[in-house]
């Protein structure tokens, strides 16, 4: 009779160690990156309680002597995106975990919410360790320090496209105005006067004034055009020498196509009025950092004021081929064991997810797998317990049977 007693106790027991798991999971349900755990129970030593026959003779009857919590194992499956907005946020779709260095040691992490500290390091913004960059042989740290802000750069090319129309009625200058960058990225006006050359076929005179009309690095300057309206060869571009108060000289070529070339500027008889425009121009000022966020495999890409962007270190991703040896220590992170060695790569290579910004990956806790685990592990539990109380009363009557007959 006591048996019975022994085995539901051990039931009861790991039934109170799958509710024990159970509640760290529901308890976990909105925790970023969270991996729920299972339970599973094993039956436990046999003895051979009696004997019966069979066609082979005869043969004991094993009696078991319940369950026993035999594993419990970590689920590793994906959970759902869910969009933050916050530029430095990041989850993984797929394989792989985020790298942290805290104290000198590795940690990992799904859970990639991530800020940049006062240093310019980017962090795990829960436990403050560094987050890792790979750069296809050694972990770095990754940091912002240098990159804060874009460095001024100075006009260098002036490009121009369209028509300066060489018909015999267009008799008027054509003015194209444009902005250009100094090299300490200050912005100035400059006014480029187009007019007909009458001692050369198909040249223009071309004069550099700044927004006070003044002449800028001499000239005026020649360009000339082929009988095909396409830019003669030693006369599609001019460089331009200026200076603008105290920043430093600097040289800017304006360039008028390839010679042979109708992609860039023309000159053909079309009309009284000239089109030139122009196409492009290089140079920025001064920026300041606007966005810091990831792309698909993992960079940093550094967005400035100025429309600069510039890609910066890759996020380091690590996976194990034994998920199951991960020692969770809170915080959202993982450590490996000595034994257990990391293999780092990049996101969207050798077996790695991609990297979702600006996103955080959900718990992958199912509320309703919970709910249905609760009841079922509810009733083992009553029932082990009645099992036990009816044990319990069937000791009571011998004891007072045996009693009854002294």
Do not use: C
Request: hydrophobic share 35%; glycine share 12%.
């Amino acid at each position: 009779m006591f048996k019975p007693i022994y085995t539901s106790t051990g039931a009861m027991l790991g039934f109170s160690s799958m509710l024990d798991v159970i509640s760290n999971n529901v308890s976990n349900m909105n925790t970023p990156g969270f991996k729920r755990s299972e339970v599973a129970f094993k039956d436990v030593f046999y003895n051979a309680g009696f004997a019966g026959h069979g066609y082979s003779g005869q043969r004991s009857i094993w009696v078991g002597s319940g369950n026993d919590v035999g594993s419990g194992q970590r689920v590793f499956t994906n959970g759902e995106m869910s969009p933050t907005g916050r530029d430095l946020d990041a989850a993984i779709s797929g394989n792989g975990f985020f790298v942290l260095r805290k104290n000198g040691e590795l940690f990992y992490t799904r859970a990639g919410q991530f800020e940049l500290s006062d240093e310019g390091y980017l962090i795990d913004s829960t436990t403050g360790g560094r987050v890792m960059a790979y750069n296809g042989s050694a972990l770095d740290d990754i940091s912002i320090a240098g990159l804060r802000t874009s460095a001024p750069k100075a006009t260098s090319r002036i490009a121009f496209e369209d028509n300066l129309s060489s018909s015999p009625s267009n008799t008027t200058p054509r003015t194209v105005t444009v902005q250009i960058h100094d090299p300490v990225g200050d912005l100035h006006t400059l006014n480029i006067t187009f007019t007909k050359n009458p001692m050369a076929m198909g040249g223009w005179l071309v004069e550099v004034a700044d927004s006070n009309g003044q002449p800028v690095g001499g000239g005026p300057f020649e360009i000339r055009f082929r009988p095909d309206g396409t830019p003669e060869a030693g006369f599609n571009s001019f460089d331009v020498n200026m200076r603008f108060g105290t920043a430093p000289p600097m040289t800017v070529t304006f360039f008028f196509g390839e010679p042979g070339s109708m992609l860039g500027a023309t000159s053909y008889a079309t009309g009284s009025t000239s089109t030139l425009r122009v196409a492009q121009v290089d140079g920025h000022a001064l920026g300041s950092l606007s966005e810091t966020t990831f792309d698909a495999s993992g960079k940093l890409t550094l967005t400035y004021s100025n429309g600069q962007t510039v890609t910066g270190p890759q996020l380091a991703l690590a996976d194990f081929f034994d998920r199951q040896s991960l020692q969770p220590v809170g915080d959202n992170l993982f450590r490996a064991p000595a034994n257990l060695s990391p293999r780092f790569a990049i996101a969207s290579s050798g077996g790695m997810g991609s990297v979702v910004a600006k996103n955080i990956e959900l718990s992958n806790v199912d509320l309703t797998a919970e709910f249905s685990d609760i009841i079922i592990n509810q009733r083992g539990f009553q029932a082990s317990s009645q099992l036990m109380n009816v044990a319990n009363q069937l000791l009571d009557t011998l004891i007072a049977d045996t009693s009854g007959g002294r």
